[in-house]
């Protein structure tokens, strides 16, 4: 029971597995995060939206906690995050970046849910550490799957910069303004800071997931190797209720950290998309009384 909760190998339950043919738990995984995040946010949004008018002054109110709690999360985001960034983009990109935050968060928190070894004490306890199931783990720390949403965010970051700025705007803010001299330089460096961005965003994501994970999975197997060094379940048991009561506070932490991880992908995505907009108060400054301010020396 005890190896079937713990393995000797800390990354074994973050490591992606075959379900049947090319099939992987981790796919699984992302398409049940997606069908989960897509009934709470439809009935959050059903309980947000106004009610009938003979329900009085009670049609303005959120029904139920979690839609009351998505609806509080939203509207920091919208109001402290993305609309002091985007600004008249806001309802542009909302949609993307709160679909961003939520997927994220949705597939971090399913990894705390530990369905995977419920999985392993059904399907039997032997020594193997192939055992079958189908669902279960987390998704984010697969570095496959940080890269694809930091590919998604590095098409919408370029598609921003096109739109906004245009052709020639777009290549201009390579340059940032550097002399004809510089070019060679400047060129090079900016063309690589576009993809290391997203690339940024995926290995800090990854990274954080499988840290938090593995520190779980090693607390989870000190009373293993205790019972494999020692032979003796009582300074076995004892080792693993000190490592429980440690893995409590690593818990809430980790519920911390996958909130935090879904905001900054999705905020630090809304700061490169911020940068690739084109915003008139610095042209209607300079164009004021149609003088241009003074260059101080």
Known sequence: MLHLLASDNPIHHITDKPVTGSVTLHMVTLVVAMMVGLAVLLRAA???KTGKEDLGTDRHLT????????????????ENAIRPVLREDTKRYLPFLLSLFFFILTCNLLGLIPMLDVQH???GFN???????IFGGTATPN???TLALGLISFVVIQYQGFRSLGIKGWASHLTGGA??????IMLPVELLGLFIKPV????????NMVAGHTLMAVLASFGTMALAGTQSWLASGSISLISIIAAVPV????VFVAFLQAFIFMFLTTVFIGQMTHHHEHDEHESHDGVAPATAH
């Open 46 to 48: 059903s309980a947000i």
């Open 63 to 78: 029904r139920g906690r979690l839609s009351q709690l998505i609806e509080v999360i939203s509207m920091y985001l919208i």
């Open 121 to 123: 004490v059904i399907t």
């Open 127 to 133: 020594d193997s550490e192939e055992r079958w199931a």
């Open 143 to 145: 570095l496959a799957v």
């Open 179 to 184: 002399p004809l001299y510089l070019l060679p």
């Open 200 to 207: 940024a965003l995926a290995i800090r994501l990854f990274a």
């Open 251 to 254: 818990t809430f932490l980790e």
